[in-house]
């Protein structure tokens, strides 16, 4: 009778450890597809992604880099401290979007620019990426923003 409530207990500890292992593989699987990775312009610049690669790109809204072309077309570098971006918007920015300031914009680099399909604004005067906030500190340039 021992044996039998054993072999019970040791089968249904498998089960559960296959289910687990199972479904791990099966949420990593879907979201493969959905995960925006975040880099900075350097990371960019240093390892070029495809072209048809969508990903998230932040740090500060160079001073007097924006600039508004012909239609919703707009125009602006990001930097990290170390290396800058030309990056191009269709669109309206979002009203806390200001040069100086910190961005997240999701898109695609192409031809040595980054094609925006949104922009992020900082979420309060405070906000800055925390990789670019780490990049900052490395460089001596961090200029007491809140994490």
């Known amino acids: 009778m021992k044996s039998l409530k ?6 249904v500890i ?5 289910a687990l292992a199972l479904s791990t593989v ?8 959905g995960i925006n990775f975040f880099r900075t312009p350097s990371d960019v610049l240093q390892q070029q992604p495809e072209k048809n690669e969508t990903f998230r ?3 500060l809204v160079q001073e007097d880099s924006l600039v508004r ?5 707009i ?3 990001v930097t990290d401290g170390n290396n800058s971006v030309l990056v191009e918007y269709s669109g ?20 040595g620019k980054f094609i925006a399909s949104e922009i992020l604004a900082k979420h309060d005067e405070n906000y800055v990426p925390k990789e670019v906030v780490d990049t900052l500190k490395e ?9």
Do not use: C, H, W
């Open 26 to 33: 099966l949420i990593g699987y879907a979201m493969r597809d």
């Open 14 to 18: 498998v089960i559960t450890i296959i």
């Open 57 to 59: 790109i932040g740090g």
């Open 92 to 111: 309206i920015l979002p009203d806390l979007f200001a040069e100086g300031q910190g961005m997240i914009a999701t898109g695609n680099f192409v031809d």
């Open 69 to 73: 072309g012909s239609g919703a077309v």
């Open 139 to 147: 460089q001596g340039l961090y200029k007491n923003f809140d994490d």
């Open 6 to 11: 054993k072999q019970r207990r040791i089968q």
């Open 75 to 77: 125009n602006f570098i």
